[in-house]
Structures are given as structure tokens and as C-alpha cells.
């Protein structure tokens, strides 16, 4: 190690890595967001890994693109769901206006005029996948620092929770 300008050796490093920001609800401390999109029953169909200084509407976009065809019983499978629901957070024109060019209606509570009672009977599917989703005691504290690995232990939680879906009806 080469000695500094002030002629101390430089040891530390920045911390954190790819997809890692200040949180701003939790003091600054570094995390990541997983963002999910979830069908009517809690199966997971997409995943993103972001910072935790990410607005939650920035990667909504990628979120749509990431949903697979879905296989009906007869006819051309669905490219898309019919409605999505969504809470504040994602009350953004820019997120209305991707589920516009997608055929998706969008119903996204509206920022200080909706309340959240309305939006509660769909939302607690969402948070209910959340929550099996951080029984994963590796995802709720990231303790490693390169995202690609962080990812592949969320892919790998979101296969066992749809493994336990269909496992159900086999």
C-alpha cells in the first residue's frame, strides 16, 4: 500500500456495490429494494434489484417488460395482464403512461386524494409475497456486496415460492 498525501496508508474503501444506495428512511445505512410483480394469487412474475435511494417508479418499466407470456386453456397465450394495481408510490404520469402503451389498466392510488382502505383489498397479496419472500434470512440483511450474486439468491427464492405454488396442485 502506498502512503497517502497526508502520509497515512490508505486502507478504507467505499462501501457498498452495484445496486446499493443510502437508505432514507433508515439513517442513511446502505440496502437494496426488491420490487416484485405478483398475479392475483401471490405468484411472483417479476423481480427487479435496486438501490435503496431508487424511487420505487423507476423500475417499473423493466418490471412489465419481465412478465412472461401467460398459457390459456385455448387461444393465443395473454402478453399481458388485463389491470394492474399499484400503490402510491408508483403515481407517476410516467408509469400510467407504460401501462397506456400495454393495453394495462392501471388503478394507482392518486397522491392525498385516495385513501389507502380502497387499495388495501388487493395490496395485502403483494405484501403477503413480500413477506415469504423475506423468510429468506439472506435477502432481508444483504450481506454480500456484488449484485449479482444478491440476484441470484432472489431468482433462486422467487423459484422455491413458485415450486410451492405448484407443488399445491400436484
Not at 407517476?92 to 388495501?120: N, T, V
Not at 409475497?129 to 454480500?144: D, M, P
Request: hydrophobic share 35%; glycine share 8%; charged share 35%.
Amino acid at each position: 500500500m502506498e502512503p497517502g498525501s497526508s502520509g497515512q496508508r490508505e486502507r478504507t474503501r467505499k462501501k457498498g456495490g452495484a445496486e446499493i444506495g443510502p437508505n432514507p428512511t433508515d439513517r442513511g445505512k446502505a440496502g437494496s429494494n426488491h420490487h416484485i410483480l405478483v398475479d392475483a394469487s401471490g405468484v411472483p412474475l417479476a423481480v427487479e434489484l435496486t438501490g435503496a435511494n431508487v424511487h420505487d417508479s423507476i423500475p417499473f418499466e423493466r418490471l412489465l417488460d419481465k412478465v412472461p407470456p401467460i398459457r390459456r386453456p385455448r387461444g393465443r397465450p395473454r402478453k399481458r395482464p388485463s389491470k394492474l394495481h399499484a400503490d402510491k408510490a408508483y403515481d407517476h404520469r410516467r408509469c400510467r403512461q407504460a401501462c397506456r402503451r400495454r393495453g394495462i389498466r392501471a388503478r394507482i392510488a392518486r397522491r392525498g386524494i385516495e385513501s389507502s382502505q380502497r387499495l388495501g383489498r388487493h395490496r395485502w397479496v403483494v405484501e403477503r409475497t413480500l413477506a415469504w419472500l423475506h423468510r429468506f434470512r439472506r435477502l432481508v440483511i444483504r450481506y454480500k456486496r456484488r449484485a449479482d450474486i444478491h440476484r441470484a439468491f432472489l431468482m433462486l427464492a422467487v423459484a422455491l415460492l413458485c415450486f410451492r405454488f405448484v407443488s399445491r396442485f400436484c
